[in-house]
């Protein structure tokens, strides 16, 4: 029984691959000549370039949203060690309603004269505003390393869409 696969497919139209959407960060031809070298020996699911074209076209316009979410998830500039980030902004309003009287003692006699009398009214506002940065945990330099290396090892956005692309289109029957 003859058998067909993306290599060959593509062989007999090298633009099967033209209606692929993808997010910005992916390059195109490095996707393809992944995909064609991880899937050369597999049998494809359907061997009409027409039909394939466009069968790839509507599962990468279908799996976009979470590729460009992974994408922003991988590649999105961060510090590892800072884990937290926030800015608050605290109002507090005090109303103030204070009458007192101020005594002083002319020629320390020990008699009081009153002298003044205060009256403190009014509504006093105070904004506060906090920055809050840095490491909820208690972390070393080499495990947020480590973690960060698995990240990168275990979660490539090239290989998760070469992996769809093999589970949707490559019978994995050997």
Known sequence: MATMSIL??????????N???LPASIDRDVLV???????????ILY?????MKEAIGRWSLKR????????????????????????????ITQNRNLTGTVKTNAYDDGTGIQRDQTTDTGTVTTTENFHVEGDSAITDAQDVARKEYELRINYDLYNTIIEEFKSRFCIMVY
């Open 8 to 17: 060959g497919l593509y062989h007999w139209d090298n633009t099967i691959f």
């Open 19 to 21: 209606g692929m959407i």
């Open 33 to 43: 000549d992944n995909i064609l070298m991880e899937c050369a020996e597999l049998e």
């Open 47 to 51: 061997p009409n370039p027409d039909f």
């Open 64 to 91: 976009l949203h979470a590729w460009t979410r992974l994408e922003t998830v991988l590649y999105e500039e961060y510090d590892p060690f800072i884990n937290i980030k926030r800015d608050e902004v605290r109002t």
